[in-house]
């Protein structure tokens, strides 16, 4: 099989052009997708070879974006929707937790919602407190939807191609500060990764790394720098935290005793919280440490770039965390 | 545009009746703790839901808020079923997991039945959306209540809606009150088809905007012609029922927002009274005809309740499915 060196943005570009070559009902609407060319140019050129029925630039009304996308969805069509940031999905939340999550169930299944919400998140661009959030695990909690978070290119395509074929609703979340990320992609228009499952990164028998997206980086220097003492870190990429997969977690902490869950967002309630009550739950027996979390402060992101990166996680929290738990 | 016949009018006033007997049946039922949850009854506003039903062509499509039992009988839903999904039943309309305000039913075109103010009116615009991309001749009546006009969510959807041509007939039930307040305590602008002008919305399409929602003669010529219109035109309208409800916003409103003399006063044009009026006028013979129905529809009602009191409750299996496809 083709196989390309792709970044993220190429990866998630790939995959969206595929799908709407593939089938006629996939369009794509939102903010600045068509003349601008995608925010972050992950659409750029679409307009021209997909024309203005199929590229649908938008108002700025993220509760119309969402919701219209709902409505098209139950009708038949398959829509792509963005919301520019995931900050912005705040203004949407009723239209993506009451209506896209819970039409179909409220009907008695009446109504399928094969739509994909596309949005990006992460902080540590001095945007300020309101643009810098990590805040994708709220919108895990909710059943009627999937969310999916990608780290790597290889997995942007794969994965965007299985929620845009997938009958249910799916949030697809995307790094702002990793579309650069390179990885080996399948040139394949029916490469496809299967929805909810997790993925061991790096094989590892000292200590079990649960993470996923800005976390994996993190993780993955972590592990480098773990190396050259001797510690192998196994790192698991969640890549969806709705379905969530911790059978690979559970198997590697059989094998190694200890686990850290290093993620980008808030540290209450967060994705460490529900991974370590699952941990506790299913494995106990085989901790031999206290189960670590490392993640953002506990506190709003400010401007300042030397107090932001204060306030966010970075390699070095990861090894001190590992550390602990050796 | 022709006048409607005796036949189809006699019809229109089985659907009236049906709705008011059935929303009596449900106070009732509600009192009895038989119904739980919130219910917000139709009775006073029957010829708007009629209305619009008897003017929708084969293809159109009908969405609303929670006072959804009126529209989703019209729209020819199951009485036993929309009953049935009152009690809780797994032979409900939506299985027993909606409710009162979540009637729907995709065969029939009726969209729901939807609980959070405002909510339902994307959904609106993204189904008509559907039918602008596979260019199909269909137009979308999104009905809400008055208070709905002051959310964000109407903002958004009507100049989505007008942005990007749906084939929408945006339709606000003006009943008088959102919940307990006035529409000019809650409007600042109360002339509420004037709303669309910030959107751009046709004003002069060659019929009122604004009509009689206590006469389903009116409601029915009305909506014909806006659909008509907006299926020549292919860009959206917003119109306007006034209308008049004459039970609370749900069950328990204490109503200390209006007097009774207001309520009385409104139901001197007690829209199946209207009608009835009207037939009996033109056609003396038809009165043992509109009697006679009264009599079948209380059969039917009862008939109805004794469908859903049978019935089985939902299961665990319910309880779990139709959560993911």
Not at chain 1, 66 to 86: D, F, H, K, N, Q
Not at chain 1, 232 to 261: C, H, M
Not at chain 2, 41 to 51: D, F, K, M, R
Not at chain 2, 77 to 102: F, P, W, Y
Request: with cysteine; charged share 25%; hydrophobic share 45%.
């Amino acid at each position: 099989m083709a196989e390309k060196n792709i970044t993220i943005r190429e990866a998630l570009s790939a995959a969206l052009r595929e799908e709407m070559l593939r089938d006629e009902r996939v369009f794509i609407m939102g903010e600045e997708v068509g003349v601008w060319g995608g925010t972050y140019a992950v659409t750029r050129g679409f307009l021209d070879e997909f024309g203005a029925r199929r590229v649908r630039d938008t108002p700025i009304s993220e509760m119309v974006i969402a919701g219209s996308a709902v409505g098209a969805a139950m009708a038949g069509l398959r829509p792509i929707a963005e919301i520019m940031t995931i900050n912005f999905a705040f203004v949407a939340m009723d239209a993506i937790v009451n209506h896209m999550a819970k039409v179909r169930y409220m009907f008695n299944g009446q109504f399928k919602v094969p739509m994909v919400l596309r949005t990006t998140t992460g902080g540590g661009k001095q945007l300020g407190a309101t643009h810098s959030h990590a805040p994708e695990v709220v919108f895990a909690h909710f059943p009627g939807m999937y969310v999916a978070v990608p780290g790597t290119a290889y997995d942007a395509k794969g994965m965007l191609k299985a929620a845009i074929r997938d009958d249910n609703p799916v949030m697809f979340v995307e790094h702002s500060t990793m579309l650069q990320r390179r990885s080996v992609v399948p040139d394949d228009p029916d490469f496809v990764l299967p929805i909810g499952k997790s993925d061991v990164k790096r094989q590892g028998k000292d200590v079990t790394i649960v993470t996923y997206q800005k976390g994996l980086e993190w993780s993955t220097q972590a592990a480098d720098i773990l190396a050259k003492d001797g510690i192998e870190a196994e790192i698991i990429d969640l890549r969806w935290l709705r379905p969530l997969d911790l059978e690979p977690v559970f198997e590697s902490v059989k094998k190694t005793n200890r686990a850290v869950i290093v993620e980008e967002s808030l540290p209450r309630y967060n994705v460490g919280a529900e991974v370590t009550a699952q941990i506790q739950d299913q494995v106990f027996d085989y901790l031999d440490a206290p189960v670590k979390r490392v993640s953002a402060l506990d506190n709003p992101l400010p401007y300042a770039s030397n107090i932001e990166m204060m306030a966010l996680p970075d390699a070095q929290k990861v090894v001190a965390a590992v550390k602990e738990v050796l | 545009m022709a006048a409607p016949t005796k036949e189809t009018m006699i019809n229109w006033y089985r659907q009236m009746v049906l709705i008011r007997r059935f929303e009596e049946k449900c106070a009732e039922l509600y009192q009895q703790g038989k119904i739980g949850g919130f219910l917000h009854l139709y009775i006073g506003q029957e010829a708007t839901g009629v209305g619009i039903a008897a003017a929708l062509r084969q293809n159109d499509h009908a969405i609303t808020a929670y006072r959804d039992h009126g529209i989703a009988l019209a729209m020819g839903l199951d009485v036993n079923a929309v009953m049935a999904e009152m009690l809780g039943k797994r032979t409900g309309v939506s299985g027993g997991k909606g409710g009162s305000m979540h009637l729907a039913s995709r065969e029939k075109n009726f969209w729901g039945g939807h609980g959070i103010v405002g909510g339902h009116l994307p959904l609106a615009a993204g189904i008509a959306l559907k039918a602008k991309y596979l260019e199909e001749d269909e137009v979308v009546v999104a009905m809400m209540g008055d208070g709905a006009t002051n959310i964000g969510y109407f903002h958004e959807s009507l100049n989505l809606s007008a942005v990007w041509g749906l084939p929408v007939l945006w339709l606000v039930e003006n009943n008088g009150y959102g919940m307990g307040t006035a529409v000019d305590r809650a409007s600042g602008q109360a002339d509420l088809v004037k709303k669309g002008i910030g959107y751009g919305l046709e004003q002069d399409p060659g019929f009122s905007l604004s009509f009689n929602g206590m006469d389903v003669v009116e409601v029915h010529e009305a909506v014909s012609k806006g659909i008509e219109w907006i299926s020549r035109n292919g860009r959206p309208l917003f119109m306007e029922s006034r209308t008049y409800r004459f039970q609370g916003h749900s069950m328990g409103d204490p109503e200390r927002y209006r007097t009774k003399d207001e309520v009385a006063r409104y139901a001197e044009g007690d829209p199946i009274g209207v009608l009835r009026n009207r037939l009996i006028e033109k056609h003396k013979s038809v009165q043992a005809t509109l009697d006679k129905i009264e009599v079948e529809v209380v059969d039917e009602i009862a008939k109805a309740v004794e469908f859903a009191e049978s019935s089985p409750v939902p299961t665990y299996e319910d309880l779990v499915s139709y959560v993911y496809a």
